[in-house]
């Protein structure tokens, strides 16, 4: 199958991620490359992409075919009775007997050779054209896998940190309740500070139970995309290298963009596929020239009859006169068609570059922010301890006690929440870039910890059940 060489690029770019992956070999250890493999291999609308790009592909072979020669051959068997009114029965004419069935066979081969089609030539171009777009469709869906991938991952450990902050603070409550209860007990407190103690572990307990169903949710997403269930899964390092973006400039990532997006790319090569269009309809307006041959031979059982052959050699045309104005609407529809194509890739560019311009002013804000909700954990653990210490000697209440507690664990959870929302928004400022691939995935791989991998707890269900919908689809031989 012969392909051009922009073709072969654009698909070697967009099956490179999945060959690459492929060739890291089965890890035991289910971090993120190892998840993001099995997502590559059983995410369904990636295959559903995949094989999108062979149904166009195979459509530019069909168009192909139209362009060289078409060549049939034909036979046919007849049996007929033939009658004369008006002649003595058995007797023709001339008086001689008359034969009253005939059986005829005859065989044809006809040839064609378009010399001159311009609308299937246009057709050509137009599915090769639909090639390089559909390509860039496969390279798309690839990069928007892998961050969906990255996504539900660090969900998943995003949902388990808030879980164990959350777990943290209802046992802490619960301690600082019972000591309301013992105090107000032995008349040291009054029962105010039971109710502030009891109303504050009921938030921590609704809390708690909310991040538990966050966790549960957060499997789902992982499990529809790989369509597996996984023991556990490897936890991001406490040292993880919090920094921008690099290049550190954001007009040259918004360059980046302009190069390398597929989406951008795939919008600009909607306009092609459009243009093609245009062609297409108005070669509907041109002569057709064509080169044929032919031949025929007939036999028959006829008293007298030889058989007989026939060959012919020579050109066809044919000019379009009138339509009844068809082809005139196909071509101002198509035009129009054009004009849609080149708004969609106005809208996709300016969409890339304001979410490349958001994503890294994104990214750099995410750095500082995980520095200051780090100093924040350093600062409440801090009051915590002085307000603490205040309510032993009796100038702090226990609402001042239980605010600071919730204050530490509300600046847990919001660090956790912030190195995942920087990791994900650098991996989409490279996805909006379309930078994302599987040098992508490793660098964030290697800051993964084995040694800190977190247990999921997962319902119980049966492994054989999950996410099987049956025998993968075939194609037909």
Partial sequence: MHRSPTTRRLARRALAVVVGLAMAGNAQAADLWTITQDALANDADLAAARAGFQVTEAGRDIQRGTLLPQVSVGGNAAHSRVYNSGTPAGRNLSGQPDDDTVNTIGLSLDAEQALYNPARRAQLEQAEREIVRDALALDAATQNLLYQVANAYFEIL???????????????????????????????????????????????????????????????????????????????????????????????????????????????????????????????????????????????????????????????????????????????????????????????????????????????????????????????????????????????????????????????????????????????????????GPDSIQAVNAWLSEREAVSLELPDAPSDAVMNIGLRPQAPS
């Fill in 158 to 436: 995003r949902a388990h940190d808030i879980l164990s902050a959350r777990r943290a603070q209802e046992t802490a409550i619960s301690r600082q309740l019972e000591q309301a209860r013992e105090r107000f007990e032995v008349g040291l407190i009054a029962i105010t500070d039971v109710h502030e103690a009891q109303a504050s572990f009921d938030l921590a307990r609704a809390q708690r139970i909310a991040a538990e169903g966050a966790m549960q949710v957060s499997f789902e997403t992982l499990e529809r995309l790989t369509g597996h269930r996984y023991d556990s899964i490897d936890a991001l390092q406490e040292d993880v290298p919090i920094t921008g973006p690099e290049p550190a400039d954001r007009e040259q990532w918004v360059a980046l963009a302009m190069t390398n997006s597929p989406m951008v790319q795939m919008a600009e090569a909607g306009i092609e596929v459009a243009r093609s269009t245009v062609d297409v309809a108005r070669a509907g307006q041109r002569p057709v020239v064509a080169a044929f041959a032919s031949y025929g031979w007939a036999d028959s059982d006829r008293t007298g009859a030889d058989y007989q052959s026939e060959s012919q050699v020579g050109l066809r045309a044919s000019v379009p006169l009138y339509t009844g104005g068809t082809t005139q609407a196909q071509i101002r529809q198509s035009g129009f068609a054009l004009e849609v194509s080149q708004y969609d890739f106005e809208a996709q560019r300016r969409n890339t570059v304001q979410q490349v311009r958001s994503l890294f002013t994104l990214v750099n804000n995410n750095v500082e922010t995980v520095e200051a909700r780090r100093q924040a954990i350093v600062s409440n653990q801090s009051a915590l301890e002085a307000t603490r210490s205040g309510y032993e000697v009796g100038t702090r209440n226990i609402v001042d006690v239980l605010n600071a507690e919730q204050n530490l664990f509300n600046a847990i959870a919001n660090h956790a929440e912030a190195r995942y929302d920087y990791v994900l928004s650098l991996l989409e400022l490279q996805l909006q870039a379309g930078l994302l």
